[in-house]
């Protein structure tokens, strides 16, 4: 029992009844001032978009919080200052440490 799947396409898309839709011909107006204006409705002028500057920015403007008088102060994640892994020293990193740069390099 094979049942023909055409019986199941609805007739608007079938190709008989694309031809039917699209069988007169579609009149071109060569330009603009072939076409006719409605008096009913004005013509709309295109919407005016503000210039972008770097100033500008997308979304709601921040705003900082107001804070309680008795709030303590914000706690950063990290260490305001740098520490040498290489000497523990403070305010430089372990690339610019001159104590670790006198040190030979190991050949490979």
């Known amino acids: 029992m094979r ?7 609805d007739e608007y898309l079938k190709t008989e009844a694309y031809l039917r ?3 007169g011909n579609i009149q071109v107006v060569p330009d603009e001032s072939m076409w006719s204006e409605n008096p009913h409705i004005p013509p709309l002028k295109p919407p005016l978009y503000k210039k972008m500057n770097k100033a500008f920015k997308q979304g709601s403007s921040q ?3 107001r804070k309680e008088p008795n709030e303590p102060p ?3 994640r990290w260490p305001t200052h740098k520490t040498c892994k290489a000497c523990n020293e ?9 104590s670790n740069s006198s ?6």
Not at 3 to 9: A, E, N, R, S
Not at 90 to 98: A, G
Not at 103 to 108: L, R
């Open 74 to 76: 914000k706690v950063h």
């Open 90 to 98: 403070i305010d430089h990193n372990k690339i610019t440490c001159k």
């Open 103 to 108: 040190q030979s390099k190991p050949s490979q």
């Open 21 to 23: 839709t699209y069988k």
């Open 63 to 65: 705003v900082n919080r």
């Open 3 to 9: 049942l023909d799947p055409i019986q199941f396409v």
